[in-house]
């Protein structure tokens, strides 16, 4: 499944609100960890094994009042949400450990 850049606050409240688990990365487009994980996340979004996941991408200079309201203060930083709640926050760039978070969350965990 492809990755939805999200162009609104509207988009961004309308995303987290989908049925499911719903993820979204908050990149700075200038930062380079954000540049480093960014293809990670567009290759887990392509992946089957994800496939229960709607992925989006905010960009958080370009989005500023969705990001305020999402409470990002650095990116790169990934929420979770399932049914409109936040369920879980990664803030970092390690592969591993957002693979990890996003198995627990498939898993039920």
């Not at 399932?82 to 369920?87: L, S, V, Y």
């Not at 926050?89 to 990890?100: C, D, F, I, N, T």
């Amino acid at each position: 499944m492809p990755i939805t850049v999200i162009k609104s606050e509207d988009e961004y409240l309308r995303a987290i609100k989908e049925s499911g688990i719903t993820a979204v990365e908050f990149v700075a487009p200038w930062d380079e960890s954000c540049k480093a994980i960014s293809p990670k996340f567009q290759e887990y979004s392509d992946n089957p094994r994800w496939k229960d996941i709607h992925f989006y991408k905010l960009d958080i200079c370009d989005q500023q009042d969705a990001a305020m309201t999402a409470h990002v203060d650095m990116a790169p930083t990934f929420h979770f949400y399932r049914d409109g709640a936040k369920i879980k926050e990664y803030v970092g760039s390690s592969y591993p450990a957002l693979e990890r978070t996003m198995g627990a969350l498939v898993s039920g965990h």
